[in-house]
C-alpha cells in the first residue's frame, strides 16, 4: 500500500487492509501494529502518505469503530493535524476521515473529544470553497447536520462558527443550488435542535439581518416564492403550460431564507425571536425610500405569522394599519408581499383578526380588481381564510360585490387564479350560509361544466370545482342543494378513477361535505363507495424498490435510501412520503367517518371491515407510519362506534347523546366495539410518539362521552399496547374498569409526561445545561410554550368529563387542578391563560356550589388580573368564569360582590368599534357580554340592597345588545325583565328612555338574539302593554321603528 505509484490502486489497497483490520480484530481482539503505522503515516514527510493515513483511517472508521473508541482522544489529536495541513489534499482526506469517524460514533460518549476537530474541519471547508471543491463542502455539512442530532451536544460551542459559516455560503452569489441547499438545511437543523442555544448566543437578530437583505436584495416577487409561483418582473405568471420552465436562482434564493426565517419563528420561543424580527419587520415596512426593504417586511412579517401567532394577535391595532397601507402600495411586488402576510393573519390570528374586518374587506376587494394575476390569486388566499370563519350577518353587505368579483375571476385564463377563486368561493359560500342561495344557481351552473373536465392539465381546476361544490352543499343544506347531488357524486365517482392523488383527494372531501347534508341519501351507494375508500386506506405505505428501478426520486427521504433491515438482494423498504398520498389516504378517512356518522345504522354492515381495516395490529391504519394519517383514523372511530349504537337501538333518533345523570344500557356489541374504540383512544395518548395523534384520541374520547355519557367510563379497559411501536408501555397488561386509567392518563398529559410531550420538550430544552454558550434556566422552562395542540385538547376533555360525571368528578378534578393551575401564570402566553380559565369555569359551572367555593381563595385573585389583560378571549374566559362562580354559589361569595363589580366595570364599557348594532361577534365583544352576564348574575342572587342599581343598570343598558356571545342573552334580559316584574324602582325609572328600547332591538332583522331571549323579551313587553303606566311609552317606542315588518311583527308577538 505505501510503495503503490497509483493512488486510487493504493485507496483500494487501503480498503482491503480496513477490511482486514476488522476480521483481526474479530479474531485476535487487537492489533497493536496498525496504529503504529497510522502514527508513522501522519508523519510522514511524502503528502501522498499522509492522504493515504487519512483514506485508511476513513475505511478503519466504518469497519473497526468499536475498536478505535479507546484511542479517540489520539485519533481526534491526528484529524486537527490532517485538517491543519498545508496540502490540500491531505486536509481534505483528514475531513474525510474525521467526517467518517464522527458518523460512526454517533451518540457514544466519545465522540466529545471530536470536538476539538470541528473548529478544523470549517477551515478546511473554506478552502476547498476557494478552489471551487463545493461538493467536498457538501458532503461536510451533512456530518454537521447529524451533529445538530446528538444528544451529546458536540456542536454547542461552535454554534456560532456554524451558523456565520452557512450564512456566507447562502447569501453569497457565487455558489450553485445545491451548496447553498446544504448550508440552508444546516441552519435550520442547528435552529430546531439548539434554538434557545442560538438565541442566548445572540445569534436570532444578525441571523435575521441577513436573510431579511438577502429577500429584499432578489428582484423577483417574494410572495412569489412563498406560493410556490413565481411572477416575472411585471408581476405576471410565467407560462403555466410549461412546467419545466427557465430556472430561477433568485426564486431559491428567496424561497431558501424564508423556509429558514419560517423555521426560526417556529422553534425558537417567541419571547427570544418575536422582539427581534418585529423590530426589523417594521424598519422594513416603514422604509418610505426603500420599496424592496417593504417587500422584505412585509414578506416576513407574514413567514413568522405561524410561529408568533400569539405575539401578533396581541399587537394586531398597531400592525394592521401598516401593512393595509402596503396593500396599496405603488409597487406590485410590495402589494403581493402585504397581501400575503395578511393571508398568514387571517390564517393564525383567529378569531381575533375578524374584529377589524371592516377595515381590511375593502381593502381586500379592492386588491381583487388588480390586474396581476399573483394579486388576484393572494387576495383569494386571504378571503378563503378570512372569510370562512365570518358570521353571516357580517358577510352580507359585502356578497354582492364579492360574489361579483370572484365570479369574474373565475373566467381568467390563468389556472391557479381560478383555483384560487374557487377556494374563496368555497370559504364565502360556508360562511354565508343561506345567504348563499341567491348566487347558488349561477356558481353551480360554472362549476357543473369544471366538474368533468378530462384534461389531465386541469384536473387541479376540477378537484378545486369539486370540492367548492361540497363546501356549497354544506351552506345550502340538503333541500337547496339535493339537485346537485347527482352530479357531483357522478363527477366524484369518475374522478376516483382517474390516477391522480389530488383529484381523488378533492373528490374524497366532496363525499365528507355532502356526507354532512345528504345524510341517507348516502346509503345507495355505500355497497360500492365504502369497499373503495376502505380499499384507498389499506393501500400499503411501504414500497420495495429494486436496483434498477427508474420511476423512484432519487431524492426521497434520505433516511429511506439506506434501511438497515433491508435485504440487498430482495431491494430496499421505502416509505412513500409523497404529499399527495398521504392526504389522499386521510381524505379517505375523512370521508368514510363523515358516511359513518351520518348514515349511521345504515353503515353497520361496514362496521367489522372498518375496525379491521383500522385497528388491525401492525398493518392497520392505527399503526401507520404517519402521524396525519394515524390522527385521522383516531378521529373516525368515534362515529364507528356512534353508527354500532344506532344499529343495536342503544341510541335512537329522538335520543341521539346519552341524559346527563343517566347510564345507558349497552347491548354486548356496543360494548365490544366501545372497548375497542377507547382502548385505540387511550393506546394513543399513551404511547404515540407525536402530538397530533393525542390530540385527536382526547377529541375522540369526549366525542365517546357526548355519545354514551357516564356508560363510557364503564367500558371494560383492553391492555394497552404501542400504537407506533415508540415505547414499551408499563402498562401493557393492565386490565380492568376505564375510569381510572382515563383519569390517569388526563392527569399525565396536563403533566406533559407522555412519550409526544416529552420529546419535544427535550427538543426544546436539550444542551442547554451541558457545555456551550447559557445554560438551562428553570424559570424559562416553565414560562415555555405548550403543545397547544394537546394541551387544549386535553382540557376539553375535562370540561366534558366534568359535564358526565358532575360531583363525582370533585375528587379527580382536585388532581388535575395543581397540573392545570400552572397555565393561568401571568408570565404564560395569553393562550395559555384563555385555556386554562376557560377549563376552570367549564368544569366549575358543572361541579355544584361546594366546589367552588374550594377553589374560589386561589382563583379570585387570577380572574381579577384576567380581567384587565390586553387580550379578549383572557378577558372574556375571566368574566365567564366570576359568572360560574356567583351562579353557582349564590349569594355565599357575596362579600366579593362589590370587589367583582370593580374588578368588571372596565369591560362593561363597550369599545367605540363595537358600537354598531349588527356587527355581531365578528367585532369582538365575547368579553363584554360575558362581564354583562356576570353582573347581571350578581344582581339576581345579591342580598337587598347591596349592588348599587341606580349606577349599576346605565352602564349595563348602554353596553347592549350583545355582541360577540348571544348565548348570554337570556342571563342578562333575565335579570333586567325580573327587576322589571319586581318594580323595582331603578328599573322602573329607566323604562321609558332606556329599557324599551334595548327590549325592542332584539327583533330588529339585524339582531343576532336567540329565541329564548326574544321570548323572555316579550314576556315583559306583554306586561307592559297590560299596564296603563307605561302603554304610552310602549306605544312611542313601537312609533320610532322605521322598518314597518319589524314593528308589526313585535306587535303580533304582544298580542298573541
Known amino acids: 500500500m505505501i510503495r503503490e505509484p497509483i493512488k486510487s490502486v493504493a485507496v483500494a489497497i487501503a480498503g482491503a487492509v480496513a477490511v482486514l483490520t476488522k476480521t483481526i480484530f474479530a479474531k485476535n481482539g487487537q492489533w497493536p501494529e496498525i496504529f503504529t503505522i497510522l502514527m508513522q503515516l501522519s508523519h510522514d514527510p511524502n503528502e501522498n502518505m499522509r492522504s493515504l493515513n487519512y483514506e485508511l483511517l476513513g475505511q478503519l472508521a466504518e469497519q473497526v469503530t468499536k475498536q478505535l473508541k479507546p484511542h479517540a482522544e489520539t485519533l481526534a489529536t491526528m484529524f486537527v493535524m490532517g485538517c491543519q495541513d498545508a496540502v490540500p489534499a491531505v486536509a481534505k482526506a483528514a475531513l474525510a476521515a474525521t ?27 473554506r478552502n476547498c470553497l476557494q478552489s471551487g471543491e463545493e461538493e467536498t463542502v457538501v458532503e461536510a455539512l451533512d456530518v454537521i447536520q447529524e ?25 453569497s452569489k457565487s455558489y450553485e443550488s445545491p451548496l447553498q441547499q446544504s448550508a440552508g438545511q444546516t441552519l435550520m437543523n442547528i435552529i430546531e435542535n439548539r434554538p434557545k442555544l442560538l438565541a442566548a448566543s445572540n445569534l436570532v437578530h444578525p441571523t435575521l439581518v441577513v436573510l431579511m437583505e438577502m429577500i429584499a436584495k432578489e428582484d423577483s416577487s417574494a410572495a412569489g416564492s412563498l406560493f410556490s409561483f413565481s411572477s416575472n418582473k411585471d408581476g405576471v405568471l410565467d407560462d403555466e403550460e410549461e412546467d419545466d420552465g427557465d430556472y430561477s436562482p433568485e426564486l431559491d434564493v428567496q424561497r431558501l431564507a424564508q423556509t429558514i426565517i419560517d423555521t426560526m419563528a417556529m422553534a425558537i420561543p417567541s419571547k427570544h425571536f418575536a422582539e427581534p424580527a418585529l423590530s426589523l419587520i417594521g424598519q422594513g415596512m416603514s422604509s418610505s425610500a426603500d420599496p424592496q426593504m417593504r417587500k422584505a417586511g412585509s414578506a416576513v412579517l407574514g413567514v413568522i405569522a405561524e410561529g408568533c401567532a400569539d405575539k401578533l394577535r396581541e399587537l394586531l391595532p398597531s400592525i394592521l394599519p401598516r401593512l393595509l397601507q402596503l396593500m396599496q402600495d405603488p409597487e406590485y411586488y410590495v402589494r403581493e408581499c402585504a397581501c400575503f402576510a395578511l393571508g398568514q393573519f387571517s ?14 374587506l375593502p381593502v381586500i376587494f379592492q386588491t381583487l380588481d388588480d390586474p396581476r394575476p399573483t394579486l388576484q390569486g393572494t387576495s383569494c388566499y386571504v378571503l378563503e381564510y378570512f372569510c370562512e370563519n365570518l358570521q353571516p350577518s357580517t358577510l352580507r353587505p359585502y356578497l354582492p360585490l364579492l360574489m361579483g368579483k370572484l365570479a369574474t375571476l373565475l373566467q381568467s385564463t390563468q389556472r391557479s387564479t381560478k383555483e384560487m377563486a374557487l377556494t374563496a368561493i368555497a370559504a364565502t359560500a360556508v360562511a354565508s350560509e343561506k345567504d348563499f342561495l341567491p348566487y347558488s344557481e349561477v356558481i353551480c351552473q360554472i362549476l357543473g361544466e369544471l366538474i368533468f373536465n378530462t384534461e389531465p392539465d386541469l384536473f387541479a381546476i376540477r378537484g378545486r370545482a369539486l370540492e367548492c361544490l361540497g363546501h356549497v352543499a354544506v351552506a345550502l343544506g340538503r333541500e337547496h342543494f339535493s339537485r346537485y347531488f347527482e352530479a357531483g357524486m357522478r363527477s366524484a365517482m369518475q374522478a376516483v378513477q382517474l390516477g391522480d392523488e389530488s383529484l381523488k383527494e378533492h373528490s374524497y372531501v366532496f363525499i365528507a361535505n355532502c356526507a354532512k347534508v345528504m345524510g341517507k341519501a348516502y346509503v345507495p351507494f355505500l355497497p360500492e363507495l365504502v369497499p373503495f375508500l376502505l380499499g384507498v386506506v389499506e393501500e400499503s405505505e411501504v414500497t420495495i424498490h429494486q436496483e434498477g428501478d427508474e420511476d423512484v426520486e432519487e431524492d426521497d427521504d434520505e433516511e429511506d435510501d439506506e434501511d438497515e433491515d433491508g435485504d440487498e438482494e430482495e431491494g430496499d423498504y421505502r416509505l412513500n412520503v409523497q404529499e399527495g398520498f398521504i392526504n389522499s389516504k386521510k381524505a379517505a378517512l375523512t370521508a368514510i367517518g363523515a358516511l359513518a356518522e351520518n348514515t349511521l345504522e345504515a353503515f353497520a354492515p361496514y362496521l367489522q371491515k372498518t375496525l379491521q381495516v383500522l385497528m388491525t395490529p401492525e398493518t392497520g391504519v392505527l399503526f401507520s407510519l404517519h402521524d396525519v394519517i394515524r390522527a385521522e ?13 344506532r344499529a343495536e337501538g342503544v341510541l335512537t333518533e329522538a335520543a341521539s347523546e346519552a341524559v346527563s345523570g343517566s347510564v345507558l344500557s349497552l347491548t354486548a356489541g356496543v360494548v365490544e366495539v366501545g372497548a375497542a374504540v377507547m382502548q385505540a383512544y387511550l393506546t ?20 365517546v362521552l357526548r355519545s354514551l355519557g357516564l356508560a363510557a367510563l364503564g367500558l371494560p379497559l383492553r391492555p394497552i399496547t404501542d400504537s407506533n411501536k415508540a415505547t414499551n408501555n408499563a402498562a401493557a397488561e393492565e386490565t380492568g374498569p376505564l375510569l381510572n386509567k382515563l383519569m390517569e392518563t388526563v392527569h399525565n398529559l396536563l403533566q406533559e409526561k407522555s412519550p409526544a410531550q416529552k420529546l419535544a420538550k427535550k427538543m426544546e430544552l436539550q444542551h442547554l445545561a451541558v457545555g456551550g454558550t447559557g445554560g438551562g434556566d428553570a424559570d424559562d422552562e416553565e414560562e415555555e410554550d405548550h403543545d397547544n395542540v394537546v394541551i387544549d385538547s386535553v382540557t376539553d376533555l375535562v370540561g366534558e368529563l366534568a359535564k358526565v360525571m358532575k360531583a363525582e368528578f370533585v375528587p379527580y ?29 367549564e368544569v366549575l359551572a358543572e361541579l355544584g356550589g361546594a366546589a367552588v367555593m374550594e377553589y374560589a381563595e386561589v382563583l379570585l385573585p387570577v380572574v381579577r388580573v384576567g380581567c384587565t389583560d390586553t387580550m379578549e378571549s383572557v378577558r372574556r374566559n375571566s368574566a365567564f368564569c366570576l359568572g360560574v362562580f356567583v351562579e353557582s354559589t349564590g349569594p355565599a361569595l357575596s362579600g366579593y360582590f362589590l370587589q367583582m363589580l370593580t374588578w368588571l366595570h372596565p369591560l362593561c364599557v363597550r369599545p367605540a368599534g363595537q358600537q354598531v348594532v349588527g356587527g355581531g361577534a365578528d367585532v369582538g365583544g365575547a368579553d363584554v357580554d360575558n362581564a354583562l352576564s356576570a353582573v347581571a348574575k350578581m344582581i339576581r342572587v345579591a342580598p337587598a340592597g347591596l349592588i348599587p342599581l341606580d349606577q349599576v343598570l346605565p352602564v349595563l343598558l348602554e353596553a347592549l345588545p350583545l355582541r360577540g356571545d348571544t348565548s348570554e342573552g337570556p342571563s342578562v334580559y333575565g335579570c333586567l325583565v325580573g327587576l322589571l316584574e319586581a318594580n323595582d324602582p331603578a328599573t322602573v325609572q329607566l323604562l321609558p328612555s332606556r329599557l324599551l328600547p334595548v327590549f325592542l332591538q332584539v327583533f330588529s332583522k339585524d339582531s343576532t338574539a336567540m329565541d329564548e331571549t326574544k ?30 315588518e319589524v314593528r308589526q311583527m313585535i306587535e303580533m308577538a304582544i298580542h298573541s
Open 99 to 125: 467526517s467518517s469517524f464522527i458518523v460512526e460514533l454517533g451518540n457514544e460518549q466519545e465522540v466529545m473529544v471530536m470536538e476539538k476537530v470541528l473548529g478544523p474541519m470549517v477551515t478546511v471547508m
Open 147 to 171: 451533529c445538530c442530532f446528538l444528544d451529546q451536544p458536540l456542536v454547542n460551542n461552535h454554534i456560532q462558527t456554524f451558523v456565520e459559516f452557512t450564512l456566507e455560503i447562502i447569501r
Open 347 to 360: 390564517e393564525y390570528c383567529q378569531p381575533d383578526i375578524l374584529h377589524f374586518n371592516q377595515s381590511i
Open 633 to 645: 383514523a383516531l378521529s373516525i372511530l368515534q362515529f364507528l362506534l356512534l353508527s354500532a349504537c
Open 684 to 703: 394513543a395518548m399513551n404511547t404515540d410518539r407525536d402530538l397530533v395523534p393525542i390530540s385527536y384520541a382526547c377529541e375522540g374520547v369526549s366525542g
Open 813 to 841: 378534578f382536585r388532581v388535575f387542578h395543581k397540573a392545570l393551575l400552572k397555565f393561568t401564570k401571568p408570565s404564560r402566553p395569553h393562550s395559555d391563560r384563555a385555556m386554562a380559565i376557560g377549563c376552570y369555569a
Open 1015 to 1044: 321570548a323572555i323579551v316579550v314576556r315583559a313587553l306583554k306586561g307592559i302593554a297590560a299596564s296603563s303606566a307605561y302603554q304610552n311609552a310602549l306605544m312611542a317606542n313601537l312609533a320610532n321603528i322605521a322598518d314597518v
